[in-house]
């Protein structure tokens, strides 16, 4: 399994100016690639091979006056561009045939120097490393100051830089673990949980815990609404605008943390609770175009449920998603009887038939629970890690690798 480990970059004033240049060089490779193929699917022609757009747009580029500062980056950064637009092509072509999964996705598109969001990428080849000091080294750009927030377990494969729309920087290492070794690090249980989303508490467990909604949204709406006030009375193009877009940036990145933080706590101490974890597999899409799209959005459950998938894979624990139209609101978790279909305003009911009285969240998530099956067959239950993309793992324990590289 592969992970993300990300860590804040702190460059200087030519440092951040080497990055700029890289960035800008990976984006005009990226775009001159796209060109080329497109331009050889009007004309008819077969698209050209990575091998002749590295050969024209990268070797025989920096021979030239128009594109000689291409010399100035290293030449990995600008490979993996172009390897970016083959997978970009090859996403496309699989989501026309219907291989892909989800939504369908349009053909790559130009990026633009006006993007708030800039990254490029430094693979093993490219000879970058950690200092003893604990700096990233990075060909062409210099020793990076990082806040280490905690230890590499082992040799990255990749380093991604990235600058996002705050105007922070990032180093984003891939590691690859064993979850046969991460599953030792877990204590042993047996306990199962069935979890109900929703919005006035964000998880109710079947064991009866109820877990608030932070609503981190909605806490920070007020400096939002007066941050994106004072940028629309700014002049377009000048700086006092580019201030003021960085001001609104910060803030929403600051929600996202904080949300993305809370979302990290609450799935490992779920995972390291129980064997057995079952949730619902929700619309999110769907509940976002209903008059509760701001809440939903401000929840983030898809984010929280994608967390709990690979954490499960990775430590060896079973998570069950049951359908979203499995009646878990309408049916009574003490005789099974379905009582039908309530409003969202009735959040406690009496079941008709036994006469027990349930709260609805509390009840839905025992349903959700035995929906699953886990009451019988989640302990010990055999588990198969299967490939999943790199996640960003979250922050730990202080200290830099001590050793180069962490293990180079």
Same mark, same amino acid.
């Given at each position: 399994?592969?992970? &993300?480990?990300?860590?804040?970059?702190? /460059?200087?004033?030519?440092?951040?100016?080497?990055?700029?240049?890289?960035?800008?060089?990976?984006? *005009?490779? #990226?775009?001159?690639?796209?060109?080329?193929?497109?331009?050889?699917?009007?004309?008819?022609?077969?698209?050209?091979?990575?091998?002749?757009?590295?050969?024209?747009?990268? +070797?025989?580029?920096?021979? $030239?006056?128009?594109?000689?500062?291409?010399?100035?980056?290293?030449?990995?950064?600008?490979?993996?561009?172009? =390897?970016?637009?083959?997978?970009?092509?090859?996403?496309?072509?699989?989501?026309?045939?219907?291989? =892909?999964?989800?939504?369908?996705?349009?053909?790559?598109?130009?990026?633009?120097?006006?993007?708030?969001?800039?990254? @490029? &990428? #430094?693979?093993?080849?490219? =000879?970058?490393?950690?200092?003893?000091?604990?700096?990233?080294?990075? /060909?062409?750009?210099?020793?990076?100051?990082?806040?280490?927030?905690?230890?590499?377990?082992?040799?990255?494969?990749?380093?991604? *830089? @990235?600058?996002?729309?705050?105007?922070?920087?990032?180093?984003? #290492?891939?590691?690859? +673990?064993?979850?046969?070794?991460?599953?030792?690090?877990?204590?042993? $249980?047996?306990?199962?949980?069935?979890?109900?989303?929703?919005?006035?508490?964000?998880?109710?467990?079947?064991?009866?815990?109820?877990?608030?909604?932070?609503?981190?949204?909605?806490?920070?709406?007020?400096?939002?609404?007066?941050?994106? &006030?004072?940028?629309?009375?700014?002049?377009?193009?000048?700086?006092?605008?580019?201030?003021?877009?960085?001001? *609104?940036?910060?803030?929403?990145?600051?929600?996202?943390?904080? =949300?993305?933080?809370?979302?990290?706590?609450?799935?490992?101490?779920?995972?390291?609770?129980?064997?057995?974890?079952?949730?619902?597999?929700?619309?999110?899409?769907?509940?976002?175009?209903?008059?509760?799209?701001?809440?939903?959005?401000?929840?983030?459950?898809?984010?929280?449920?994608?967390?709990?998938?690979?954490?499960?894979?990775?430590?060896?624990?079973?998570?069950? +998603?049951?359908?979203?139209?499995? /009646?878990?609101?309408?049916?009574?978790?003490?005789?099974?009887?379905?009582?039908?279909?309530?409003?969202?305003?009735?959040?406690?009911? +009496?079941?008709?038939?036994?006469?027990?009285?349930?709260?609805?969240?509390?009840?839905?998530?025992?349903?959700?629970?035995?929906?699953?099956?886990?009451?019988?067959?989640?302990?010990?239950?055999?588990?198969?890690?299967?490939?999943?993309?790199?996640?960003?793992?979250? $922050?730990?324990?202080?200290?830099?690798?001590?050793?180069?590289?962490?293990?180079?």
């Amino acid at each position: 399994m592969q992970l &993300r480990y990300s860590f804040r970059l702190y /460059p200087d004033t030519s440092q951040q100016e080497a990055l700029a240049r890289a960035f800008g060089c990976a984006r *005009v490779v #990226f775009n001159d690639a796209v060109r080329a193929r497109e331009e050889a699917r009007k004309a008819e022609q077969s698209f050209p091979t990575g091998a002749e757009l590295s050969k024209r747009l990268i +070797t025989e580029a920096k021979r $030239t006056v128009e594109r000689s500062w291409l010399g100035e980056v290293s030449a990995v950064v600008l490979q993996q561009s172009l =390897r970016d637009v083959e997978r970009a092509y090859r996403n496309f072509f699989a989501s026309l045939k219907g291989d =892909r999964k989800g939504p369908r996705i349009g053909r790559p598109r130009f990026k633009s120097r006006k993007d708030k969001r800039q990254s @490029i &990428r #430094f693979t093993a080849n490219a =000879r970058w490393n950690i200092t003893d000091n604990g700096r990233l080294s990075l /060909p062409k750009i210099g020793a990076v100051k990082v806040k280490w927030s905690r230890t590499l377990p082992t040799t990255p494969s990749s380093v991604t *830089v @990235i600058k996002d729309a705050a105007g922070r920087y990032f180093a984003s #290492f891939v590691i690859d +673990t064993d979850p046969a070794v991460d599953a030792t690090r877990m204590p042993e $249980t047996d306990r199962t949980i069935g979890i109900d989303l929703g919005l006035t508490h964000f998880a109710v467990l079947s064991d009866g815990t109820k877990i608030d909604s932070p609503r981190f949204l909605r806490r920070a709406e007020k400096k939002l609404k007066k941050t994106q &006030r004072e940028l629309s009375r700014k002049q377009k193009g000048s700086k006092n605008r580019d201030r003021a877009r960085l001001k *609104v940036a910060r803030a929403h990145a600051t929600v996202a943390d904080a =949300r993305r933080e809370f979302h990290h706590q609450l799935s490992t101490q779920l995972i390291s609770e129980n064997q057995g974890i079952a949730v619902e597999d929700l619309s999110v899409a769907g509940l976002a175009r209903t008059r509760l799209a701001k809440s939903v959005h401000d929840a983030g459950w898809a984010s929280f449920i994608s967390m709990l998938e690979y954490k499960a894979d990775r430590y060896g624990r079973t998570l069950v +998603t049951i359908g979203r139209f499995t /009646p878990t609101s309408q049916t009574c978790s003490t005789c099974g009887v379905k009582d039908g279909p309530k409003p969202l305003n009735v959040r406690e009911w +009496t079941c008709a038939a036994c006469g027990t009285v349930h709260d609805r969240d509390h009840n839905a998530a025992i349903k959700v629970k035995t929906a699953a099956g886990l009451a019988v067959s989640a302990c010990g239950a055999p588990v198969r890690p299967g490939a999943i993309p790199a996640q960003r793992e979250e $922050t730990g324990s202080h200290g830099f690798p001590t050793q180069a590289r962490a293990a180079a």
